[in-house]
Every structure is written in structure tokens, then in C-alpha cells.
């Protein structure tokens, strides 16, 4: 059975993107454009793994990764930020936040797929 | 301007100098009533200029609050078309990328369904090759042919039977005769013997009665060699009719096993080449389909860059957004009395400096204009 990840970013050519490299290496895909979007989407939803933007309108990326720690359901699924910031700083904000990876936009679709499958819940 | 109009010695040069002029008319030598008249001429051009530039002046600092006015007016009217424009763009490219994704998410689904299916047709589901069920059928296609050869065989072993048969019934047609002929001698030696018996009188009465019957048993051979030879002889037609029916068959017969096994091997060929010419096919669109799925790759990330110059464009948006209340803070410092200040670029800067989160804005923002992102390969893990 497939697994399924979660892509939340505000971009939808992101989202499609991202989903394209995703599906082409057999995962199904959610969408969600941003934190609140995501939480709303997750209720029930089983989820091996996030893949999530940091800068988004209503729920930043950071808040939501600490609100999904919170969910007893998704405290465990693993999240990949997945953004154009490159600073230090807000690296650690994700890190502290739980997140487990930390890729920066442009990326090489094989590159997100090889973090993805080395973190994908089984 | 500023200093022009707090300038009082340039507003009274006029006077000035019509005061210096009617000086010289009264003074200069000889002048009489003609100096009189030219110094009030003087005096009265000089009073018509300072009238004239102390009449169209109003107070300089409302002038500058007018000023202040119109220039703010100026930016909340215009700051919001601006954005309104990059917004618009921003919106419209987003709109255009997101669809142009939704293409080639097509494009990849549907050269992955044509890759599975040509995989299937090259390859059923247990793993057999196409090369593999030819090999299959030709080895099927040789059992049929090798039977049919071995039936031909069968046939053409039991027509030499057949003719043996009939080199059989030429000898019993002969041994028939031989019978009789037999007879007809034994008929010929019994007529011989009753001749003897006649000419023996009452001693050979008995004698003639056994060379009656001796004839008797040799017309009865006569008859029954001529039946047989006979019914040999039908039979020996019969047989002759069946090899030549058979001989015919079994030429047909031949003709059809060669045409046969030609016709086979011509399909065998041509699946053969069906199956290869396949095989390539599908090899090719393997090879193709690699090729086309690094070249989506690459286009996947050069979509990327939307949402990057999407982001830059929504700080500048903001940035202009804010130009008008940095105007509006100047003004009203000025309304309550500062000293008038032309706005601090570096107030406006340094709020669009905080909100880059790429590397290269800072570095656009430094000036160096080569700053461009390349695409990542490190992930950093937690």
C-alpha cells in the first residue's frame, strides 16, 4: 500500500511540484496551502510523513510542526521543512520546533525523495 | 527653494536698487527736473517689484505643510496601484506555473502508464519474455511439423506394405494356375487311366471307377484354381487402384508438409521479427523515458523559481506598502515642529531587509547582481 505524505506550502505550483517528484516515486499526496490548512486536513488522515514550507500566511511552518507535536496521533510523524530560507537561525527554530530534515528551495527532486525515504514512517 | 524664500536680502533687491537708481538721477551732474522725474521713476519700479514679490507670497511654512500634504496624497495613491500591479503579476505567474506543473504531472503520469503498458505487453506477469513465448511457440509450432512428418512416414511405410501386397497376390495368381494346371494333367492321367481300365475289361472295372473319380477331384481343382486365380486378380486391382489413390495422396500429401513447414517458418520470421523489433521498441521507450524524467526533473526545479521570485516580489510589495506611512511619521513630525527631514532611505531599507529569507536578496541587496540560487543538494538532518 502506498504510503502517504502530507505537502503543505501557500505556493500551489509549489505543492504541484513537489507532489509530481513525490507521486512519480509511488507516494499519494495531500495537499494543504498552509499550517491551519494542514491541521484541519490531518483529522483522521493517516500520514507517514510531512513535507512543509516555513514562511506561509495564517500558520507558519514552525508553529505548525509544534502544534503536530501536540496531536497524539502525529507526535511521531516525521516533518521535512522544506523552504527558501537558508539562515542558521530559523534552522534551529525548526529543529526545536521537531522537525527532522531541513532542505532548501530550488531542490533536486531526487534529493527530496532520498530524505524522504530515509525518514517515511513504515 | 527653502532657503530662497527665508532669504529677506533677495526679496528686497528691488527696492534696493530702485533706491540706488533714483539716488543717481537726483545726484548726477546737471540733471535738474529730468533727475527729479527719473529718481520717482525709479522709486516707482522699485515699489511695483517689491509689491509684486511680497504680494504673491504666503506664509512658507504652510507652504510646506501643502507640500507635505501633496506628497503624501502622491504616495497613498500610487504605492497602492504599484502593488496592486505586483500582486496582479505575482498572482497571474503563479497561476501560469501552478497550471504549467499541472502539465507535466500529465506528461509523467502519462508516460508512466505507456511505460507499464509496454512493460506488460514485453513482459507478461510471471516474467516471460517476448523472446521468451517466441522461443515457446517455435518449439510448439517443430512438435506439430516433427508429428505430421512422423504421420507422412507412417503413411508412406504402410503403402510399401501395400505394394508388397500386390507382388503377394501376383504369386497366388500364379500358384493358382499352377493349380490348375495341375488339375488339367491329373484330368489328362485320369482319362489316360479310364482308357486303361476299359481296355482291362471286368479286371479293370474298379480302376475305372477310381479314374472317374480322379477326374472328378481335378475338374473340382480346375474350378476352384480358376476361382481363386480369379478372385486374386480382383483383388490384385483393388490393391493396384489403392496404391495408385495412395500414391497421389501421399505426393499431395508431401507437397502440403513442405508448403506447410515453409509457411510456418515465414510466420516464425516474422513473429520473430515482431517480437524483436517489440523488444527494441520497448527497450527504447525505457531508455526515452529516462531521458524524458531527468529532463522533468530539471524542469521541476527550474519551476521553483516562480515561488522564489513570487517571494521577492511580495517583500518589495510590502516594502512600497510602507512608503507612505514613512512619509505620513515625516510629516507629522514636522506638524509638531521638528525640523523638516527628507525621509531616511535606510528606515524603508532596513524593513525590507527584514524580511528576505534568501541568501541572494541580501546579496541583491548588497548590490552584487550575480547572486543567483542554485539548485540544493544537502538536506540537513535532525
Redesign the interface.
Known sequence: MAKTIMVIDDSASLRQVVGIALKSAGYDVIEARDGMDALSKLTGQKVNLVVCDVNMPNMDGITFVKEIKQLPNYKFTPVIMLTTESQEAKKREGQAAGAKAWVVKPFKPEVLLGAVQKLVLP | MNSLLDNTGGRNYPAALALAGALMALFWPHAGWYGILGALAFLAAGAYAWLQLSGGKSDPRAEVHDYLDGRQQFAEEVTPVWCRHIESSRSQM??A??E???R??TI??KL?ETLRLSSAAADSQDGASLSRVFTQSERQLGEVVATMKSALASKHAMLTRIRELEQFTRELRDMAEGVASIAAQTNLLALNAAIEAARAGPAGRGFAVVAQEVRNLSNRSAETGRSISDRVGKISVAIVSACKAANESSAAEDQAMQSSEGTIDAVLREFRNLTDAMAQSSELLKQESVTI?GE??EA?????????V??VLGHVSHNIGLLPSLLDENRRQYQHGATLEAPHANALLGELEKTY???EEHAVHRGDQKAI?A????????
Open positions: 503563479e497561476d506555473v501552478s504549467l506543473a499541472s507535466f504531472s509523467v503520469d508512466d524524467k522533468v526533473g521541476l526545479v527550474q519551476l521553483q523559481f516562480q515561488d522564489r513570487s517571494q529569507a534568501m541568501a540560487a539548485p540544493s543538494d544537502e538536506v540537513t538532518f535532525f
